[in-house]
T-cell receptor, first 116, second 110 residues
Framework: DTGVSQNPRHKITKRGQNVTFRCDPI?????LYWYRQTLGQGPEFLTY????????KSRLLSDRFSAERPKGSFSTLEIQRTEQGDSAMYLC??????????????FGQGTRLTVV | ELKVEQNPLFLSMQEGKNYTIYCNYS?????LYWYRQDPGKSLESLFV?????AVKQEGRLMASLDTKARLSTLHITAAVHDLSATYFC??????????FGTGTRLKVLA
């Protein structure tokens, strides 16, 4: 396992279309995160999974956004009715669950979304 | 809610010089992380600081954490061009969340 894998790496879509991104975390990492990063900014937290349970969703995540992690392994992030403001890099990260202590997160290469 | 601020936002420095990036955070957090990001690439973990007074060093980079001052620093010694990148600090919020600063874009000039 070489790390967190995301696909596609790039996605160009027309406004109003739906898009879905996939993330494969590092094997045996229980924790999975989605972040969004716009140009010149730091990553912003979107949502968090502990195994298959989605434990937190940011207020940034409108009802057009949905994330799943059905078997506690890979995760998908879907954006419905895309808007130009959704254009960003979507980053997935995973970390092991060592008790309750926070550990470093390992990030994937990201999916760059452009809405035209 | 935890807020993380970095300064400077941009840093242009000559090779061989020393400099420090500062990371302030707004509420109690005993976990602080430093990441590096190259253009178009993902984030690479540099340091994990888990206690007050923690200091870690790797090559020309040294990170420290002062939880009482809510401050972490990333010190660069004798900068080289390969260190050019954007550096992010992130505070641990709760038991699992990471809150990132806006980043410091470092350019090392030959």
């Amino acid at each position: 396992d070489t790390g967190v894998s995301q696909n596609p790496r790039h996605k160009i879509t027309k406004r109003g279309q739906n898009v879905t991104f996939r993330c494969d975390p590092i094997s045996e990492h229980n924790r999975l995160y989605w972040y969004r990063q716009t140009l010149g900014q730091g990553p912003e937290f979107l949502t968090y999974f502990q195994n298959e349970a989605q434990l937190e969703k940011s207020r940034l995540l409108s009802d057009r956004f949905s994330a799943e992690r059905p078997k506690g392994s890979f995760s998908t992030l879907e954006i419905q009715r895309t808007e130009q403001g959704d254009s960003a890099m979507y980053l997935c990260a995973s970390s092991p669950n060592i008790g309750a202590q926070n550990t470093e997160a390992f990030f994937g290469q990201g999916t760059r979304l452009t809405v035209v | 809610e935890l807020k993380v601020e970095q300064n400077p936002l941009f840093l242009s420095m000559q090779e061989g010089k020393n400099y420090t990036i500062y990371c302030n955070y707004s509420t109690t957090s005993d976990r602080l992380y430093w990441y590096r990001q190259d253009p178009g690439k993902s984030l690479e973990s540099l340091f994990v600081l888990l206690s007050n007074g923690a200091v870690k060093q790797e090559g020309r980079l040294m990170a420290s954490l002062d939880t009482k001052a809510r401050l972490s620093t990333l010190h660069i010694t004798a900068a080289v061009h390969d260190l050019s990148a954007t550096y992010f600090c992130a505070g641990g919020a709760g038991t699992y969340k990471y809150i990132f600063g806006t980043g410091t874009r470092l350019k090392v000039l030959a």
